[in-house]
């Protein structure tokens, strides 16, 4: 049985000694996504998710992520699970159609807080979240179910937090079945989160929700609530819910022996996931031949259907392909502080880029098979046109950036909020996270200097 066999596995995740580059990619995951909630208390997300948390306060289980204050292991979920997708900084897995990290990491985070977990019982049940949520996600379709407008995102987001909660709270599988139970009553989400014009929506969606709800379903469990068997596999089921698009079996595929963090990318651009290998291709082209923007006529990128809508002159400017391109066209580099700066989103010679730069849909094979790829071709004044293909975007599985370029991306997110040497001290002891005897260790490295003063 499909939910028997994935309720062992969460049940025994902290029995399993992880492979060495299991563990490191593992705690560049972690890295990552604190990054991206640190550097997310300064977004519109967390002006709405801290107050929340912070109004509902209850036990002092977790912190909440910029300030000093603790609150209930839930709402610790959910507020940390917004800021940590309060933008597109956060990883994703490519064949699951889902961010895992932002779900994930902050309901692990929660939970090993209140249960004052140390920093291998963190790992495992982080690796745990990665095995469990992906595959989940891939196994009901991927992209054929977010095509259906279910969010794959939020649907593998529960599982993955469902997965590393139950982890850390030590259960027997009988009860790993039951959270299984309630995390698919718990499951859901619709695309409609596309239309969203602040990035409040597409924050909860991807990473409060999942989050508070994961946790929610393993602490229910934990605690004696039963629930049905065969809740995956079952008829009806999560699986028989959707048909059409599911392949079951790969919800156990090579469990256990292939870790899907390795399958998992970190973003070096922190803009949407469709504009990443524009990027990167633009980026190789400027350092290869030197032109200016003024000698650009016109860039066309080609982009799979699929991801065209995502980022075609969105109103987001970290989502808008047009904009991302015309901030490396005129500044040599894309970073957060540009890809936030609304003043720069209104400057006129931004407009007057993102007004010559168009996107062309593919639908053929090629790009289908390589789905995150992007064709840039740059039209130069006089006639040369300058071509770059990246099939392969930097801080993917087949591309992956080292760990002094996630630290440093870490660190240089974190920096503005936390200074310097704390942002790099908190970097250090998550890369060592193993050595870390109490989670709740961490805590005074999260919260900034302006909250201690």
């Known amino acids: 049985m499909l939910t028997q066999r994935i309720a062992e596995h969460m049940a025994t995740a902290q029995q399993r000694e992880l492979p060495p580059e299991v563990r490191e990619k593992a705690k560049l995951h972690i890295l990552d996504t604190v990054a991206a909630m640190v550097s997310g208390t300064q977004l519109e997300a967390a002006a709405k998710a801290i107050p929340l948390a912070l109004s509902f306060g209850g036990n002092p289980d977790a912190l909440v992520i910029g300030t000093n204050t603790r609150v209930g292991v839930l709402h610790a979920a959910l507020a940390n699970g917004m800021l940590a997708h309060a933008d597109e900084t956060d990883d994703s897995h490519a064949p699951s159609l889902t961010h895992p990290g932002c779900a994930i990491v902050p309901a692990a985070l ?41 969010s794959s995102h939020a649907i593998g987001g529960v599982f993955g937090a469902v997965a590393a909660a139950t982890a850390l709270l030590r259960p027997d599988t009988r009860q790993a079945v039951w959270a299984l139970a309630y995390a698919v009553q718990l499951a859901s989400g619709n695309t409609c989160w596309r239309r969203d014009p602040d990035h409040i929506e597409k924050a909860f969606d991807f990473g409060g929700m999942p989050a508070h709800n994961g946790v929610l379903a393993a602490i229910m469990a934990s605690q004696g609530f039963t629930g049905v068997a065969d809740a995956l596999e079952g008829k ?72 065209a809508p995502v980022v075609d002159n969105r109103a987001m400017p970290a989502v808008n392909l047009q904009h991302q391109l ?71 599985p087949d591309n992956p950036m080292s760990t002094s370029e996630v630290t440093h991306k870490a660190v240089d997110l974190m920096q503005p909020i936390l200074g ?22 961490l805590d005074g490295l999260l919260t900034p200097n302006s909250v201690h003063a």
Not at 129 to 146: H, M, N, Q, S, W
Not at 241 to 261: D, K, Q
Not at 368 to 393: F, Y
Request: aromatic share 4%; net charge neutral.
């Open 110 to 150: 929660a939970v090993a807080s209140r249960e004052n977990a140390h920093g291998q019982a963190l790992l495992r049940a982080v690796v745990a979240g990665y095995d469990v949520g992906p595959r989940i996600a891939e196994a009901l379709g991927g992209v054929e179910i977010f095509d259906r407008h279910h």
């Open 236 to 307: 009806p089921g999560l699986f028989a819910a959707h048909p059409a698009t599911t392949r079951p079996e790969l919800a156990i595929e090579l469990l256990g022996e292939r870790y899907e963090v390795m399958r998992t990318a970190i973003k070096k651009w922190c803009v949407g996931s469709p504009i990443q290998a524009a990027l990167d291709a633009l980026e190789l082209l400027l350092q290869e031949y030197r032109f200016t923007a003024s000698e650009v006529e016109r860039i066309v990128v080609a982009l799979p259907r699929a991801a």
């Open 326 to 396: 015309s901030l490396m066209l005129l500044d040599g580099d894309v970073t957060f502080h540009s890809t936030h700066d609304l003043q720069r989103f209104n400057e006129e010679a931004v407009i007057s880029l993102r007004r010559r730069i168009s996107i062309d849909p593919q639908d053929n094979a090629e790009f289908e098979s390589h789905p995150r790829q992007a064709i840039v071709h740059v039209h130069l004044r006089g006639g040369r046109v300058l071509t770059q293909r990246v099939q392969h975007v930097r801080g993917t």
């Open 420 to 441: 310097a040497q704390r942002a790099q001290t908190l970097a250090d002891r998550i890369l060592g996270l193993e050595h870390v005897a109490n989670v709740r260790e």
